[in-house]
Nanobody
Framework: VQLVESGGGMVHAGDSLQLSCTAS????????IRWVRQAPGKGPEWVST???????YYPTAVKDRFTISRDNANNTLNLQMNNLKPEDTAVYYC????????????????????WGQGTQVTVSS
């Protein structure tokens, strides 16, 4: 299994970015791959999920600004981020749920068995 993110960068508040996560060794339609982000000195924060039926889920912090989508032909998960804020600054990862994990908290790294290398998003005010 390999997860490869791309698309990060440095932007100003109010700008947009699109992140992509290309998976190999598993199908993104499984619904067990998520976007999380990690700011310096903090634990992971769940950002978005799209389930097997294509239904997206977001936490309040990014709802109505971020949109997750799937490109099934390229086995890629995309994250369109609009109206970015300085508090969105973090390293963004796509991660895969560990089916054997007992940990249900999205912020617990033990929930996940595969991580991409991450892509830095920096938003200046």
């Amino acid at each position: 299994v390999q997860l490869v993110e791309s698309g990060g960068g440095m932007v100003h508040a109010g700008d947009s970015l699109q992140l992509s996560c290309t998976a190999s060794g598993l199908a993104i339609t499984n619904g067990n791959i998520r976007w999380v982000r990690q700011a310096p000195g903090k634990g992971p924060e769940w950002v978005s999920t799209i389930n097997t039926g294509g239904i997206p889920y977001y936490p309040t912090a990014v709802k109505d600004r971020f949109t997750i989508s799937r490109d099934n032909a390229n086995n890629t998960l995309n994250l369109q981020m609009n109206n970015l804020k300085p508090e969105d600054t973090a390293v963004y990862y796509c991660v895969k749920d560990d089916p054997l994990s007992y940990y249900s908290d999205y912020a617990d790294t033990r929930r996940y068995d595969y991580w991409g290398q991450g892509t830095q998003v920096t938003v200046s005010s």
